[in-house]
Structure formats: structure tokens, C-alpha cells
DNA sequence: CCCAAGACCTGGCGGC
DNA sequence: TGCCGCCAGGTCTTGG
């Protein structure tokens, strides 16, 4: 479910019914997520205020005075906003219980995603610490992206995709972004004009921009801390539509695999 | 350093 | 209806 504008937008949701308020309890059903859960988390968080909720890359960072909570929703994780004392299902595989009243319960199925805790300064941590820029900050722009891609040869796709040159772009967007900037997915990163780079980076950018205004993308069952699910999937213009007409020339849109994803593009208009 | 592939999981779908 | 293989929004880890 999560890429970064789904991520972004659970921020949002819980944010304001975390910031404010203590946590009460912190229950753990499953504790085997990507990596188990560590039993220590609830005795530094329970009876602790929420500073802040952020947010780098795909991580949710819950700010605590002495450390952060680090979550990640993997492939199937979402966070709800739920009033305590809601029957838990399957795969809600933890509660954290706040003092107001409502409890922030973390569902995850594949339970590829992670919590994990972090001492003083977050940004050091090590699933942080090697992250690239924001997509959305200043950081990321033409010059870093062209220089950074000089000498790769793998497909471009995958080059944007990698969180170690710039966070949150996943499946959906990188097939969104390469295709309105006319850029063929397979084409090697490295043989990229410095121009066409340009026109990426602006791509990536109203592309994310444009999905987090929407409330993310909805594919199956995501729904956004008020409970609405992303409306951002009406924009799609290639992702889950091979097969189908091109919006631009009508040729039918192709199905390609890359690193094991799959990849839509159209081989007119992308080049 | 770069890149591809494997690993971690469950559920839903189409085909037989 | 049942079983089987394949696919799914991610990313860390390993090996060449």
C-alpha cells in the first residue's frame, strides 16, 4: 500500500490525534515483523508524551523526549485511528493506547514492515542515516540527480526507485513519473541527457505532489487517517493499465518486468 | 562501488 | 469446491 504520498498521508491522519496526548499502552499481538518487535519499547514509551509525528522517506517517526519510534509500513501496513476498545482482527498486530481515548492500531498482513526504536538523534539511525534526499525538498534536483546517475548502467527505473538516491518513489510513481516525462523505464540511468534529467526530477515531483493532495492512491483497501481512501488512482495513466490505450496516442500500453516489477510504459511515447 | 537476486510473509486471483 | 502457481504498494542482505 505504502509509497511516499500514502505514507504522508497516514501522517496526516494520526498526527493530530497523537500530538498532545501521552500514551497510555503500547500491546504487542505480533511481534515478528520484519524484525521482532523489541519487548524494551514499552516501558520507554508508555506514560511518554508525543512530541511530533514526521516523517523521512517511508519511515513514520514518532517523537518522543528520550527517542523515536520508527515505523514502516512495508507492503501491507496501515495505521488506524480507532477508539480504544475495538475488537482487534487478524493482523493487528499492535495497539498503542493513548490517553485521550482513541488508540493508533498498526495492521500489517505480509508483515513486511517494521517498529523499531531509536535513541536521540533519529537521522543517525541506521535504516536512516544513508537514505537520499526528499523528493519533495530542495536537495533533490536536477544537478544531484544527473550527477549521482553518471556511470550507471542499470534501467532508470530502478535508479529512481533506489532510496539511497532519493526516498519514497515507488512502483506506482517511478511507472507514473517515467511516463510523463517521456522516459523509456529501461533505458540505462547513466545515458540520460542532462536535460531529460531535469524534466524527471519535475515529473517525480508533480507526480507525488499531485497523488499526496489526492489523499494518496487507493489499490485495494488503503484508507487515509479519516478513514477515505486515496483518490489518486483515477490519475493513473499507466500503472495496472497494460494493455489499454495510451492517453496520449492510443497505442496500447506494454508490460515489462524490471527487477522483478512490474513495469508499464508506452514504447511510443517513452524513449 | 554497482548491480542482480534472494530473502522475508500472507492473501487473492485465474486456471484447471 | 479444491489445489497450484503467480502476483502484489518494500527494502535489507548477500554474492559476484
Known amino acids: 500500500m505504502p509509497e511516499l504520498p500514502e505514507v504522508e498521508t497516514t501522517r496526516r ?29 514499552k516501558n520507554r514509551i508508555e506514560g511518554q508524551p508525543v512530541e511530533q509525528v514526521t516523517r523521512r522517506g517511508k519511515y513514520l517517526l514518532l517523537q518522543f523526549a528520550n527517542g523515536t519510534l520508527l515505523v514502516h509500513l512495508g507492503m501491507s501496513g496501515s495505521l488506524r485511528v480507532l477508539t480504544s476498545g475495538t ?25 513486511f514492515g517494521a517498529m523499531v526504536w531509536s535513541e536521540h538523534p533519529v537521522q543517525d539511525h ?19 540527480l544527473f550527477q549521482h546517475s553518471r556511470g550507471r548502467r542499470g534501467p532508470v527505473k530502478s535508479f ?4 539511497h538516491i532519493v526516498v519514497g518513489v515507488g512502483n506506482i510513481y517511478a511507472n507514473e513519473a517515467l511516463f510523463k516525462a517521456g522516459i523509456d523505464p529501461r533505458r540505462a540511468a547513466g545515458r540520460i541527457s542532462r536535460q531529460r534529467m531535469t524534466r524527471l526530477v519535475q515529473c517525480i515531483r508533480e507526480v507525488l505532489g499531485a497523488a499526496i493532495e489526492q489523499g494518496g492512491t487507493t489499490l485495494k483497501d488503503f484508507l487515509g487517517g479519516d478513514g477515505k481512501p486515496g483518490y489518486f488512482k483515477q490519475e493513473l495513466a499507466v500503472y495496472g493499465r497494460a494493455g489499454m490505450p495510451c492517453s496520449r496516442c492510443q ?10 516489477r512490474s513495469t508499464v510504459l508506452c514504447s511510443h511515447c517513452q524513449r
Not at 19 to 32: C, I, N
Not at 160 to 163: A, E, K, P, V
Open 13 to 41: 491522519g494520526i498526527a493530530p490525534y497523537l500530538e498532545k496526548t501521552s500514551v497510555a499502552t503500547f500491546e504487542v499481538r505480533q511481534p515478528r515483523l520484519r524484525w521482532p518487535i523489541d519487548p524494551a519499547i
Open 87 to 111: 475488537a482487534p482482527g487478524k493482523h493487528d498486530h499492535v495497539d498503542i493506547g493513548l490517553e485521550n481515548g482513541h488508540c493508533i492500531r498498526y495492521t500489517d498482513p505480509r508483515r
Open 126 to 144: 541506521k535504516l536512516l542515516a544513508s537514505l537520499g534526499p526528499e523528493p519533495l525538498s530542495e536537495a533533490f534536483d536536477d544537478d544531484y
Open 160 to 163: 529512481i526507485m533506489d532510496s
Open 251 to 260: 497505442r496500447p500500453l506494454k508490460e515489462v518486468q524490471l527487477a522483478k
